[in-house]
C-alpha cells in the first residue's frame, strides 16, 4: 500500500472513532441477534469465520465473557458494512486474503484451519510486525500519524466493540448508571475497575 492510501486509511479509522451516533445503532444492532442466525452484512462467511476466530483468539472467554459472548465479530461485520466507504471495504478484503497467503506460505493453510499453536505464532508475528497507534489528545493525534496495518487496525475495532457492549459496561467495568456525588480525593484502591461511563 503506498503512503496516501494508508494515510486515507488511517483517516478513515479517525472518522470511525466520532461517529457516536452511528456506533450506538450498530451496537444496539448487535445486542439482539442470535449467535447460530447471524448473516454477515459486509463480510462472506469465510471471512466471517476468520474475523470471528481472531476476535476470540484476543478476547478469549475467561472469569468474563469472550469477544463472540459479546458479539464483537458481529459488530465488526456492521463497522464494515456502514462506516467503511467502498475503498476501504475493499481494503478490508485485499487485507483478509493477503493475511490468509501469509498463512499458507508460512504454515500450510489458511488461519482458521490452523491449528491452535500455530495461530498463535501467526498473531504473535502479526503484533511484533505491527504499527501502534499515535497518541491523541481528546480525540486529536498527536504527531505524525503512521500506518498501522490491518492486524491492528483489526484488533483496536474489536477492542472498541467488546469495551463498548452492554455486557461488558455493566457486569464487568464499573457502572453506576445515576452518579452521585463528586469525591475527588479517594484512594486508588477503593476505585477499582476502569469505569464505563
Known sequence: MDRRKALKFTGSMAALAVS???LLSLLQSCKNEARMDWQPIFLTMDEAAFVS???DMILPRTETPGALDVKTDIFID???ANLYDTDAQEHVRKEIEKFNQDCIADFGDSFV???E????KVLQKAEEN???FGSGVWGTTVGKPEPVGFYRSLKSTALWGYFTSQEIGENVLNYDPIPGGYN????LSEVGNKWSL
Open 78 to 80: 456492521k463497522v464494515y
Open 117 to 120: 499453536s500455530d495461530q498463535i
Open 53 to 55: 476466530k481472531i476476535v
Open 113 to 115: 484451519n490452523l491449528s
Open 184 to 187: 475527588g480525593c479517594i484512594p
Open 20 to 22: 457516536g451516533p452511528s
Open 130 to 132: 505491527s504499527g501502534q
